[in-house]
């Protein structure tokens, strides 16, 4: 069943004024500020997301779908998988909380699995591609990504990830050419 125009544009409405909301304030601030954003009532925002994990979960998805088409379209590239990286860490700094609150709160682990086997799913191929083109060790495995993925987590919700994209961007670039830094001739 399809929803109505107006159902559907409510929707996208309270995900794009939650993406700003979090962004602006954190993930915890009161989703009435997200249907005042969004130019609806409370009791919209609570047909289209019973909880704020279902709103996080939402947004992710959406972030998913990015990553995926991103992948697909360096799919050719030797670095795809160091260009997902990039782009998942930056974005984890946009709402450094939006992790937590779908990953690690219990009341939001029933949104986890399905969003937890695609997270998985968009490491698979580009790492495939990316270590038979010699770009990343031969022995990086999808968990090792995510582990990657999990180190600039920590950095993003830490007092070190207070400078925004610029912290996210030396973590990732301390992690992937580590402390001792790349061969000198």
Known sequence: MTQRSDARRNRESLLRAADEVFAAETVDAPLQHVAERAGVGRGTLYRHFPDRYALAAA???ERL????????EHSEDPEVLLVLLDAVTQEQSRIPGLFRLIFADEEGRGY?????RRSI??????LVASR???????????DDVLMVV????GVVNSPAGLRGPSSVRRALDLVLTGLVGPARD
Request: glycine content about 6%.
């Open 150 to 153: 999990g180190m600039v987590y």
């Open 121 to 126: 799913e968009l490491f698979r191929a580009p």
């Open 65 to 72: 779908a990015r990553y995926e088409a991103l992948a697909e």
């Open 112 to 116: 986890l699995e399905p969003l937890w």
């Open 59 to 61: 947004l992710y998805e």
């Open 132 to 142: 038979a083109a010699g770009r990343v060790r031969e022995d990086l495995d999808v």
